[in-house]
């Protein structure tokens, strides 16, 4: 087992370990989005070894299932944060809306690979490994970090602002690390997602910018 699967499946066990604590051990309705956050981050980290010429060409149903995902980090991370810092139930009031983007990106992503032939759809996956995606892929990725560093955002607007004041210093200590360590994942994130030579750096054996974020 090479170091990048070793450290995504890490990474996803122990997610999958703190989830299985918050549905047996703390069922509280406020740790909701927590759990759907690490549902979401266990099925990327897992599946990040996958990101390989050969396993995207025989099962291409992955690209549709995990490449969305980074969609919903950001809103459920501001959900959460939202549940923190309120006494009472705190569910944004149109969640479906802020689903959107990665219900639109897993539409996206199916409809484009369901109209690719067989032919097609391997020189995709081939040029993607050679560091020459199609300019809609680096596009797409990039929105995924934009539309997470607006929920970085609003979440830090009430870890940070004057709401934060009237909870405790552990609460507010707990926010405030929800919002800077997912900053720091995000960067390793668009490290990865927006630059082609990371992907061509795999495919010549070097899997450091993916190792660093599954560590991360």
Do not use: C
């Amino acid at each position: 087992m090479n170091l990048l699967t070793f450290v995504s499946t890490i990474g996803a066990l122990q997610g999958i370990i703190i989830l299985v604590s918050i549905l047996f051990r703390f069922r509280h309705q406020k740790n909701l989005p927590l759990a759907l956050l690490l549902i979401v981050f266990s099925a990327r980290l897992v599946t990040i070894p996958t990101w390989n010429a050969e396993v995207l060409i025989s099962r291409p149903w992955i690209l549709p299932l995990t490449t969305p995902l980074p969609f919903l980090f950001g809103p459920f991370l501001w959900w959460y944060i939202r549940e923190l810092s309120s006494d009472t139930r705190n569910v944004p009031k149109y969640l479906i809306l802020h689903l959107l983007p990665y219900i639109s990106e897993a539409l996206a992503v199916s409809i484009t690979l369901l109209k690719m032939g067989e032919g097609e759809y391997e020189l995709f996956i081939h040029n993607v490994f050679t560091g020459n995606p199609p300019l809609w892929l680096p596009v797409r990725n990039s929105l995924k970090v934009i539309l997470n560093i607006v929920y970085i955002g609003f979440s830090s607007r009430l870890a940070f602002g004057k709401k934060a004041n009237r909870l405790s210093g552990a609460k507010r200590l707990w926010l405030r690390l929800l919002v800077v360590i997912p900053a720091i994942v995000l960067s390793a994130f668009a490290y990865v997602a927006i630059l082609p030579s990371a992907t061509e750096y795999l495919t010549k054996g070097s899997a450091t910018p993916f190792s660093v974020l599954a560590v991360t």
